[in-house]
């Protein structure tokens, strides 16, 4: 996955921050970022932007997504001039965010599906990215730096007559019967602030401390155990890993071995990624008071650069 550097405006550029709301289906697609050659959701977003804007447009997102996986809840931010802004509406009397996201909407469409000699499998993609909301964000808004925390669902259904073939895009079929109990009472043991070493994949100097905020299993009703992770951020791998380890410990019942994973501070063969399909980006907070979302940008920001994390 490529690095992205966050799109940062000069304090008197006098541009005009935009909060776009989205989620997409991450099933046909080589992650949130942008990739030479492949298809990714920051790709095909930044193409369809460009076609309405006329220029390149770079997008900031609250959290980059693997190849797979799904997010209900995304966030990003970009930056406009104020003239780009208004002329989205075409002279109409439009909120030009509204505009926004019906001509978006459209070139997406064609992005996705329409593009001249495209493969067929290609050609079915319009509506895999669907664009809820654009709007002027408020003073000092970074949809990464901003936010407060990151929540992610994964379901898993864990006996053959839960398996849904209508489902299956977005639920593990796990051949042996779990314990939530069991799995809970070891993912309680990881709540707080700890380095995760043990279930990422670190990047040359970056930090691998984050806060995990809240990590539980419930079986519904349908008998599909669905887990939800939430921290303040995740590294590469993070939740994957946690589910992962977590699957081993629902079938072998050591409520202590994920614990006993996180003091080992090594990556190694016991590092399990659990499949990505069923993993889903549910949600991202952020602060409601303003200055509170300026002071929590400048730092997080003044953090991660601090570590040479991007």
């Known amino acids: 996955m490529s690095e992205q550097q966050p799109a940062v405006p000069e304090p008197d550029g006098g541009l005009l921050r ?4 989205l989620s997409y289906d991450g099933a046909p697609f080589r992650g949130w970022a942008v990739q030479p050659g492949h298809l990714t959701v920051q790709g095909a977003l930044e193409e369809a932007l460009e076609v309405l804007i006329r ?8 959290g980059r997504t693997d190849a797979g996986v799904h997010a209900r809840g995304q966030v990003v931010h970009f930056d406009l001039d104020p003239g780009e802004w208004q002329a989205l509406s075409r002279g109409r009397d439009i909120d ?6 019906r001509r978006l909407r459209g070139v997406l469409s064609k992005v996705l599906g329409g593009r001249a000699g495209a493969p067929s499998p290609l050609r079915t993609l319009a509506g895999a990215i669907e664009i809820h909301s654009a709007v002027p964000a408020p003073p000092g808004f970074d949809a990464r730096f901003s936010a407060l925390s ?3 669902s994964y379901r898993i259904a864990d006996r053959p007559e839960l398996w849904d073939p209508l489902t299956r895009n977005t639920t593990l079929w796990h051949d042996r019967e779990l314990d939530p109990k069991m799995m809970n009472n070891a993912a309680g ?12 994949k670190p990047r040359e100097g970056a ?11 419930v079986r519904g009703h349908d008998g599909v155990i669905t887990a939800t992770v939430q921290a303040d951020a995740f590294c590469h791998n993070m939740v994957r890993a946690l589910i992962g380890a977590s699957l081993i410990v629902g079938t072998e019942h050591d409520p202590y071995w994920l614990h006993q994973r996180l003091l080992a501070q090594v990556r190694d063969s016991q590092t399990k990624l659990a499949a990505p399909h069923p993993l889903v980006l549910e949600h991202v907070a952020y602060p409601e008071d303003h200055e509170m979302m300026v002071l929590r940008a400048a730092q ?4 991660r650069e601090d570590l040479s994390e991007t």
Request: charged share 25%.
């Open 150 to 152: 990151r929540r992610y």
């Open 96 to 101: 030009p965010g509204a505009a926004l996201v």
């Open 189 to 200: 043991r990881l709540i707080g602030i700890h380095d995760f070493l043990s279930f990422c």
């Open 18 to 21: 935009v909060r776009m709301d």
């Open 207 to 217: 930090t691998t401390i984050r806060e995990l905020q809240h990590f539980s299993f």
């Open 55 to 62: 220029r390149p447009v770079r997008l900031t997102v609250a």
């Open 300 to 303: 997080t920001r003044a953090k």
